[in-house]
């Protein structure tokens, strides 16, 4: 079955409601299509059949860890080389470079920066 390309489209992976609101006003407010699912189970459904132009996912999500999520989807020949976002608030020391090497793209520290966000999503489209 073929994939449905998105070029458009960014996945947000995120279970709580207000940062889900909060991306979704910002990334549209920027022209981008936006797709939001609260759990990675739902997203990696999703991810069989779709392919965004990008993906934001919390790691600390209720179930599917997102460091699980992102192993799932770079399995998926569509997703290995998707540009995916570990948008979080782990921010101690270590936490963005083991993100890295476990496959993030990029680490996007929680709360997001609204002024310098969409200007750090655009870098890796553009990539």
Same mark, same amino acid.
């Given at each position: 079955?073929? /994939?449905?390309?998105?070029?458009?489209?960014i +996945? /947000?992976?995120?279970?709580?409601?207000?940062?889900?609101?909060?991306?979704t006003i910002i990334l549209? $407010?920027?022209?981008?299509? /936006?797709?939001?699912?609260?759990?990675?189970?739902?997203?990696?459904?999703?991810?069989?059949d779709n392919?965004?132009?990008?993906?934001?996912c919390?790691?600390?999500?209720?179930g599917?860890?997102?460091?699980?999520? +992102?192993?799932?989807?770079r399995? +998926?020949?569509?997703g290995?080389n +998707?540009?995916?976002?570990? /948008?979080?608030?782990?921010?101690?020391?270590g936490?963005?470079e083991?993100?890295?090497?476990?496959?993030?793209?990029?680490?996007?520290? $929680?709360?997001?920066?609204?002024?310098?966000?969409?200007?750090?999503?655009?870098?890796?489209?553009?990539?």
């Amino acid at each position: 079955m073929a /994939v449905n390309k998105l070029p458009n489209t960014i +996945l /947000v992976i995120e279970d709580i409601g207000s940062i889900t609101k909060l991306l979704t006003i910002i990334l549209r $407010k920027a022209g981008f299509e /936006v797709t939001t699912f609260d759990t990675g189970e739902a997203a990696c459904e999703w991810m069989r059949d779709n392919e965004p132009a990008l993906i934001l996912c919390d790691i600390m999500l209720p179930g599917m860890h997102g460091e699980e999520v +992102l192993s799932f989807i770079r399995i +998926l020949p569509h997703g290995k080389n +998707l540009h995916i976002l570990a /948008v979080t608030a782990l921010a101690n020391p270590g936490d963005r470079e083991r993100l890295l090497k476990h496959g993030f793209t990029d680490h996007i520290a $929680k709360p997001i920066n609204p002024g310098t966000f969409i200007s750090q999503i655009q870098e890796h489209l553009r990539a």
